[in-house]
C-alpha cells in the first residue's frame, strides 16, 4: 500500500521532472532570442551614434557657412556697388544653407526617436536576458532538488511506514501478550484455585471422618497454594521486574541472567564499572533490562551461542550497554528487509525503536560464525520522574 504509493509518488515526481526539464529547455530558446535582440539592438545603436556624430558635423559645418554667408550678406549689403545679381546669389546661398539646417536638424529629430527607441528595446531585451537567467537557474535548483533528494524522499516515506508497520505489530504483540497472560492465568492461578476449591470441600469432609487424613489433603493443598503463588508471582515479574524499583537494577539483572544461564546452559558474564547503582531513571532501567531479555532471549532462539557477555558502563551523561555472544550471527540487511513482513519478528526493531525514544544510540552489528554485539548508549534523562 505505502509502496504504491511512493511510487505514484516517484512517477508524480518523474513527470514533474519531464515537464521542468521542457519549460528549462523553451527558457534556454527565450533567453538566447533575447541575447540576439540584445546583440543587434546595441550594433544598431553604434550605427545611430555614428549617425548622429555625423549629423552634428555636418550641422557644425553648415552653422560655419550660415555665419559666413550672413557675413557676406552683411558685406555686399552696405556696398551699393555690388550688382542686384550677386545680391540675389547671395541670399540663395544663404538661403539654402538655412534649408540644408532645417534638413539636418530633422534627421537629427529622427535619429533621436529612433535611438529612443532602440533603447528602450534594449532595456527590455536585457531585462528578458536577466528573468531568463534567473529562471534558468530556479529551474535548475528545482530540478537538482526533486532528482536528488528524491532517494530522502523515499527514505523518509520508508522511515514512515517501517514506524506505522511498526505501531501495528506492538498493537498485535500486545494482544498476543494479553491472551498469553490470559491463558497462563486461566491455566496457572486460575486452574489451581478451582482445584483449591474442591480440595476445601474434600478436606472438610474428610475432617468429619478422619482427621489424619484431613491433615494429608490439607498439605496437598498447601502446595497447590504454593506453585499457584509462585506462578502468579512468575507473572507479575514477566509483566514488570518490580524488583528494579525495589532492589535495583544491578542485583535485578543478575538475578535473571542466573535464572537464564540455569535454564538454557549458556554462560553469561556480567560486569557493571560500578559499585552503587547508577541507572536512577526507571524508564533507563527497563529499558537496560528489555534490551538484556531480548537479546539473551535472540541468543538463546538463534545463535547457538555458548558464551554471552554483558557489560554495562555508567559514564558521566549516560549509559553504554554491550551485549556480545559467540553465535553463529546473521546477516543483518535482514532487519530491514524484513519490514514488510507480516511474520518477522519484532525484537530487533523494538529495542531500537525504545533506545530512539529516550534519545539514544543503538548499534548492531553481526558477523556470521562470529557473533553478535549490540551496543546501546542511554542519555539520563533530564527532566526527573514524576
Ligand atoms: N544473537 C543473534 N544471533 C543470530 N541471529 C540473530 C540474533 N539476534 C537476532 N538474530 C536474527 O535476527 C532476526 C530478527 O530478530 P528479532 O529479535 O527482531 O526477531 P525474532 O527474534 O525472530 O522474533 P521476536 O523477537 O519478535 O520474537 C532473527 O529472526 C534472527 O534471524
Ligand atoms: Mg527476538
Redesign the pocket.
Known amino acids: 500500500m505505502a509502496n504504491l504509493g511512493i511510487k505514484k509518488l516517484n512517477e508524480i515526481v518523474k513527470k514533474t521532472l519531464n515537464v521542468i526539464d521542457d519549460s528549462k529547455g523553451a527558457i534556454f530558446d527565450i533567453l538566447e532570442n533575447a541575447r540576439k535582440e540584445v546583440s543587434q539592438l546595441k550594433d544598431e545603436l553604434q550605427v545611430l551614434k555614428a549617425e548622429a556624430n555625423r549629423i552634428m558635423s555636418q550641422y557644425k559645418t553648415l552653422e560655419g557657412k550660415l555665419a559666413q554667408s550672413k557675413k557676406y550678406l552683411a558685406s555686399i549689403n552696405s556696398d551699393l556697388a555690388n550688382s542686384q545679381e550677386q545680391m540675389e546669389a547671395a541670399y540663395k546661398t544663404a538661403n539654402d544653407i538655412l534649408v540644408e539646417i532645417a534638413v539636418c536638424r530633422e534627421s537629427e529629430r529622427q535619429t533621436i526617436l529612433r535611438r529612443n527607441d532602440v533603447e528602450r528595446r534594449l532595456q527590455n531585451a536585457l531585462e528578458t536576458v536577466a528573468k531568463a537567467e534567473k529562471l534558468v537557474t530556479q529551474v535548475g535548483t528545482v530540478f537538482d532538488y526533486l532528482s536528488g533528494d528524491l532517494s530522502s524522499l523515499d527514505e523518509h516515506f520508508e522511515k514512515t511506514e517501517s514506524k506505522r508497520l511498526l505501531a501495528l505489530r506492538i498493537i498485535k504483540?500486545q494482544e498476543n501478550e494479553r491472551r498469553r497472560i490470559a491463558r497462563e492465568i486461566h491455566d496457572g492461578p486460575a486452574q489451581a484455585m478451582s482445584n483449591v476449591v474442591i480440595m476445601t470441600e474434600i478436606c472438610e469432609k474428610t475432617a468429619e471422618l478422619d482427621m489424619g487424613k484431613a491433615l494429608i489433603e490439607l498439605q496437598k493443598l498447601k502446595a497447590v497454594v504454593r506453585d499457584c503463588l509462585k506462578s502468579v508471582r512468575r507473572i507479575i515479574y514477566d509483566l514488570r521486574p518490580m524488583s528494579i524499583d525495589d532492589l535495583g537494577f544491578t542485583p535485578t539483572i543478575q538475578k535473571y541472567i542466573e535464572k537464564f544461564s540455569a535454564e538454557h546452559n549458556i554462560r553469561v558474564d556480567f560486569k557493571v564499572n560500578s559499585e552503587e547503582d547508577c541507572i536512577k531513571d526507571s524508564n533507563i532501567a527497563l529499558a537496560v533490562f528489555r534490551i538484556v531479555q531480548?537479546?539473551l532471549?535472540?541468543?538463546y532462539?538463534?545463535?547457538d551461542?555458548t558464551h554471552v557477555s554483558i557489560q554495562v558502563e555508567c559514564a558521566q551523561n549516560s549509559v553504554l550497554l554491550r551485549i556480545s555472544?559467540d553465535?553463529?550471527?546473521?546477516d543483518t540487511n535482514?532487519?530491514s528487509n524484513?519490514l514488510n513482513k507480516e511474520d518477522?519478528?519484532?525484537?530487533?526493531?523494538?529495542m531500537r525503536e525504545r533506545v530512539e525514544l529516550l534519545e539514544g544510540e543503538f548499534i548492531i552489528d553481526?558477523k556470521i560464525n562470529v557473533?553478535?554485539i549490540i551496543r546501546v548508549k542511554l542519555p539520563y534523562s533530564l527532566q526527573e520522574e514524576t
Open positions: 504483540t531480548e537479546s532471549n535472540n541468543t532462539k538463534h545463535a551461542a555472544d553465535g553463529n550471527g546473521f535482514i532487519l524484513s518477522s519478528g519484532f525484537g530487533i526493531l523494538g553481526s557473533g553478535t
